[in-house]
């Protein structure tokens, strides 16, 4: 499995979470392109993690 693999899925699955672009891209460490994502998205760290929590990812092993 490579890191893109990875990226991959967690693209996938936030999106089927109905995680919108602007954060799956935060959450990859990507800066948002357009001017609505860059100076209007919320950023703070709760914020995220309460986006982060509603996905209801799991990480199986």
């Known amino acids: 499995m490579k890191p893109k693999d990875l990226r991959d899925f967690f693209s996938q699955e936030m999106g089927e979470a109905f995680v919108p672009d602007r954060y799956i891209d935060i ?3 990507r ?3 357009n001017v609505l994502a860059k100076h209007y998205t919320p950023q703070g760290i709760r914020m995220l993690r309460e986006i982060y929590d509603k996905a209801n990812l799991k990480v199986l092993s």
Do not use: L, S, V
Request: proline share 17%; charged share 15%.
């Open 27 to 29: 959450f990859q460490g």
């Open 31 to 33: 800066t948002p392109k």
